[in-house]
């Protein structure tokens, strides 16, 4: 297990964008943390890095909005999902396992049809305002490389 301290906005909008650059597609990142932690707004740094200039938003309501970039984001929001059943009506398998990156907020809640191999991202808050620290949980070889990268 690995962390990060993050003390401001932008310290964490420089990782998720250096996060986005190391992405060669086909990867899942599921990002847990309570409501405001930043899963959005890391979400977007991440898209960044991908050369999406779109603006995201939350897909809260549509559960998972697409964006083409370098490589193509789906980017997830099961917060008002009931139960990860409904993960099927999507078509989720389509995404995860696709040349797309795949990033889920709220991962949590639909862990059982997640992918066994994926990089868990866990936000908590500091005492800041800004701050954050960021755990990091690589399922799968290519993962812990990954994470090797980013916080050498
Ligand atoms: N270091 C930081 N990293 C991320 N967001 C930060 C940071 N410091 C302050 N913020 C602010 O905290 C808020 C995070 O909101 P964001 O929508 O990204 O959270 P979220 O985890 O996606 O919430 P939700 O559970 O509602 O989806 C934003 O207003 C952002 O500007
Ligand atoms: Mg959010």
Not at 2 to 22: A, P, T, V, W
Not at 61 to 82: A, Q, S, W
Request: glycine share 10%.
């Amino acid at each position: 297990m690995k962390k990060l301290e993050i003390n401001s906005l932008s310290e964490m909008e420089d990782f998720g964008y250096r996060l986005g650059c190391l992405l060669k597609g086909g990867e899942v990142i599921t990002l847990n943390g309570d409501l405001g932690a930043g899963k959005t707004s890391l979400t977007k740094a991440i898209a960044r890095g991908l050369g999406i200039e779109e603006h995201i938003t939350s897909p809260t309501f549509t559960i998972v909005n697409e964006y083409e970039g370098r490589l193509k984001l789906y980017h997830f929001d099961v917060y008002r999902l009931e139960s990860p059943e409904e993960m099927y009506d999507l078509g989720y398998e389509e995404y995860f396992y696709s040349d797309g990156v795949s990033v889920v907020e709220w991962a949590e809640i639909v862990y059982s049809v997640l992918p066994e191999e994926k990089l868990e991202i866990y936000i908590y808050r500091g005492d800041g305002d800004e701050e954050r620290q960021l755990k990091f949980v690589p399922v799968g070889s290519r993962y812990e490389k990954l994470v090797e990268e980013l916080i050498r």
